[in-house]
């Protein structure tokens, strides 16, 4: 047996704080004075993981840039919940124009700054699967392969929640929504469409992609000061429940995340022009079942009649997952 | 006013929306009883002294943990540990060595020479404590804290009682002993010792404000066992007495221990350590059914004390025992079997329990004694007013843990009755299971394991078997705690509300919610790693 130092703090580095901690090893999230990019009183549902998502991922901008930036919000629930006229919950420099034309924005945001010689203030661009997978898509392909100076963060909730959950381009197969009802031979979402929004911008080559969860805030932070250290086009994608759209208990928000990741259904990695250079390997892993059983979306799996035979594809797609990222390191057979 | 093309919004704008009147249930911080407070027979805080040992804060942590119980290094080698048996993070991956912590923080005081000041104003009453063993040097401590004069009277030369007479030293040291002792002497506790009392009365009489009674209970059980003239019978008690006297008695070349519990074991493994060749324990049940702790029975058979279990002593001869074997019946209950056997043995070492000398209460009428034990109200009181009792001598478990909680548990009932008050118990949190926790949070760490002595080199000697650990380890054993139903601020709460709902106070002061914008989510009540929040419905 080979023995390693232990670097044990009671609770190790998976909550989010840590009295034992040196400071500067200490979570953005720990931290009396974070930003609070997105504040108290906005009009997101009870237990919002978009709304979570993003204030991890901006206010860890915020740190890692000394507060030098600009977000370009694409339409969509986060735009629609942080400011409805006249009150705003953002406490950074923020703006919003298109459903479909925040990368361009962004792009234009960037320049701009460049053109005024300041380049210490970073363009963030974001908004949610939507925005970003469907209707923005374009706008996005081209500020990758012109490689803009921006961070693009999407918060993927795998469907358009603000419009009454319909499906977009990051629903998942077998999910139900408005648009993919529980009916017929094949209830819910079909298999085999849909965009994996990651590995298209991998195919772009740019410097930085990454995914996330919120139920990893650490590796969440990481991810977004490492990105803040790159020049050029950056994508990090986010995965955040929703509640109302999944059909979750609110309280559960976190939990599903993790489950999301420890099933494998949602590979958490980083990439660097083109190629994956690192993942998460998975803690406890269990079956896919665990994750799908908590969400009403899925409901149509269970009841009236148990559909083994899509559990099992889903069951696949993760087994896929975990074998492309390497999530299961292997001597590892939890 | 006239708004630009683009419109702006206020910073803090969103503020005005007090998104708090969605809510139907809020988030309440909760401290609930860990499992190991719950099962410590001295009552200690266990959960607390481990989280401020984790910051290496030891000098605050000890005197966290000797708020309740006086000796933590006697404790670290002797207490067999309910805690560790209740922790829930044995469910995870092993329990936390909470004993070994212990073990490290009361050798380190002692090492530091940390000392216990009295702060509380005298009360000017006077209590005698009869027996100098863990229950009545417990109670000495607790009521010297309280501002009492206390008295203490042995018959022994040495206080400690049973830890000093019964324990053998390669278990507990002696130096240990008599630093944790002299630690209660140096509080300005009278010791009188070499002091029989003889009779109760004439201590009621000399005029005290209250009496403790706790002198255990030192009479080693007899059982009949037909003998021949030369066989050589003896009394557990008597024999290790006699060895911490110095006079270690002749057992032989082999010696039959005859029992089951932890006195039995503890005369096999003294008689190895005398020159027996061969110590062997008879027991009429089986190891799972044997009274003694199993890590001291797993210690025997590492030094080479022999087990004979489903065996009884039906005869004794000189250098001779005759042993039926026994069968567990269905009940679980040992059975004769009819089928015999010869056994060697020089000497037969009864250990088949003790009783209480109750000679010094023959004349109280007051007091009533069933099945050999003083009977006592919840408040430790004995027939006579002002005379309480506990320990071995009243009905409980006899372990030096259990007496050291009748102790404080005694103290506190004597100080409320001097008042002219009664003791109030705090009504106990609910118990925190494990799946009230998140142990996704915990990181998998196994349990430090405490050095011991090789099994053939320490049979020979009465060094201590078991050893501490260095401050490293004990700090990562402290570290494991999970702090079951307290919050430890590891700042989940704080972080995972998507309302930024949660106040965080600074270092020691905790959290609060900001019910104005808390719309009872719960996220972090199921993210909660120590199960401290708990969700509880608005009025309607």
Known sequence: ?334 | MEKPFAITLEVDSSLANHTGSWRVERPKYVNLMPPCNNACPAGENIQNWLYVAEDGSYEQAWRSLIIENPFPAIMGRVCYHPCQTACNRAQLDEAVGINSVERFLGDLAIEKGWKIEVTAPPTGSHVLIIGAGPTGLSAAYHLRRLGHQVTLRDAATAAGGMMRYGIPKYRLPREVLDAEVARIEAMGVKFQLGRHVENLQDAIDEGFDAIFLAVGAQIGKRAYIPAGEAAKILDAVNVLHDVEDGNAPMLGRRVVVYGGGNTAIDVARTAKRLGAEEAIIVYRRTREKAPADDGEIQEAIEEGVLMKWLSTVKHAESGSLKIEKMALDEHGFPQPTGEFEDLEADSLVLALGQEVDLSLINNITDLVVVDGVVQVSPSMMTGRAGVFAGGDMVPAERTVTTGVGHGKKAARNIDAWLKKATFEKVENSPIVEYKDLNPWYYSDAPHAVRPRLEGARRASNFDEVVQGLDESTALYEARRCMSCGNCFECDNCFGVCPDNAVIKLGPGKGFEFNLDYCKGCGICVTECPSGSIVMIPEKS
Request: proline share 5%; aromatic share 8%.
């Open chain 1, 1 to 334: 047996m080979t023995t390693a130092p232990i670097k044990f703090y009671q609770v190790g580095s998976f909550a989010v704080g840590n009295r034992l901690l040196p400071q500067e090893e200490r979570s953005v999230q720990s931290d009396m004075e974070r930003t609070n990019a997105l504040t108290s009183g906005h009009r997101a549902c009870q237990g919002c993981g978009e709304a979570l998502g993003a204030r991890y991922a901006l206010d860890a901008a915020m740190r890692a840039t000394d507060g030098q930036i600009i977000a370009v919000n694409a339409t969509g629930c986060l735009e629609v919940f942080s400011t409805p006229y006249p009150e705003s919950s953002w406490r950074i420099a923020w703006l919003h124009s298109l459903f479909g034309n925040a990368p361009a924005v962004a792009t234009g945001v960037s320049a701009a700054l460049r053109a005024k010689g300041r380049s210490e203030v970073r363009t963030i661009g974001q908004g949610g699967d939507g925005a970003t997978v469907d209707i923005g898509f374009g706008a996005l392909s081209g500020m990758f392969e012109r490689n803009d100076d921006v961070l693009y963060i999407c918060y993927d909730n795998e469907a358009y929640m603000n419009t009454g959950v319909q499906r977009s381009g990051a629903t998942p197969p077998a999910a139900r929504t408005a648009t993919t009802q529980a009916v017929g031979p094949e209830p819910g979402n079909v298999f085999g469409q849909g965009k994996n929004l990651p590995r298209i911008a991998m195919a772009h080559e740019i410097p930085y992609v990454a995914t996330a969860t919120v139920a990893d805030l650490r590796d969440l932070e990481a991810k977004v000061t490492k990105a803040m250290s790159f020049r050029g086009a950056r994508y990090l994608h986010v995965l955040v429940p929703c509640p109302l759209g999944w059909g979750s208990a609110s309280c559960d928000t976190v939990k599903i995340a993790r489950l999301a990741t420890q099933s494998g259904l949602f590979p958490v990695f980083e990439a660097e022009r083109g190629e994956v250079t690192s993942s998460t390997p998975i803690r406890h892993k269990v079956p896919v079942e665990e994750y799908l059983k908590l969400q009403a979306r899925y409901s149509h799996l269970f009841s009236p009649k148990r559909r083994d035979d899509v559990i099992d594809k889903l069951q696949g797609a993760a087994d896929r997952n975990i074998s492309r990222y390497g999530l299961l390191p292997e001597g590892d057979d939890n």
